[in-house]
């Protein structure tokens, strides 16, 4: 059997996008707390409920998507990844990436990411033009979107792609580049 991706999804958003069609809702801390009891007894739940032999179920890497994930503290992403790793056989070496948006994406957040086990992060950009991050209803601007970055580093993320839109009603080429 290949190996299994895992895929999170964090339905919470400080705002919402108008272009977004993902299953979201704005962020609500006790809601957020149950959903992370959920998912990690679902989690848990899984190589029983698919019948899986033992070893069977070996996943290499683990992705949090949304939403925006980066709205989960450390120990949130922490409880979670030790649900995987209780009912999968995670890779010690798997890629393991949280999307973040550039506003929640702060230097003492990042840093307890990493340390809950996100070796990889993926930032929602989106745009580096300030125009289309209003058009979307981004809440971020261009130097939160570049600290970001630099704050990844910074908390030691090597692992790093950002998230850009290309095609956007009214952007040119010239815009794109």
Not at 23 to 36: A, C, T
Not at 52 to 61: E, I, K, Q, S
Not at 108 to 126: I, P, T
Not at 149 to 164: I, M, T, W
Request: aromatic content about 8%.
């Amino acid at each position: 059997m290949p190996p299994l991706g895992l895929y999170i999804h964090v339905p919470f958003c400080s705002a919402l996008c108008h272009y977004c069609n993902f299953n979201r809702g704005l962020v609500d801390e006790g809601l957020k707390r149950q959903y992370v009891e959920a998912v990690a007894a679902e989690i848990r739940a899984a190589p029983a409920r698919f019948r899986w032999p033992p070893g069977a179920a070996r996943a290499d890497t683990v992705f949090f998507g949304g939403g925006t994930p980066s709205l989960l503290e450390g120990h949130e992403v922490a409880a979670i990844l030790d649900a995987c790793r209780d009912a999968f056989d995670v890779d010690p070496d798997a890629e393991v990436t949280l999307e973040a948006n550039p506003e929640s994406a702060a230097g003492h957040a990042l840093e307890r990411l990493r340390r809950a086990g996100v070796n990889r992060l993926s930032l929602g950009v989106q745009s580096f033009r300030p125009a289309d991050l209003v058009r979307l209803g981004r809440i971020h601007d261009v130097s939160q979107a570049r600290r970001a970055v630099a704050g990844a580093r910074d908390a030691g993320f090597d692992n790093l792609s950002l998230d850009l839109m290309m095609w956007l009603p009214e952007q040119t080429i010239a815009d794109w580049i």
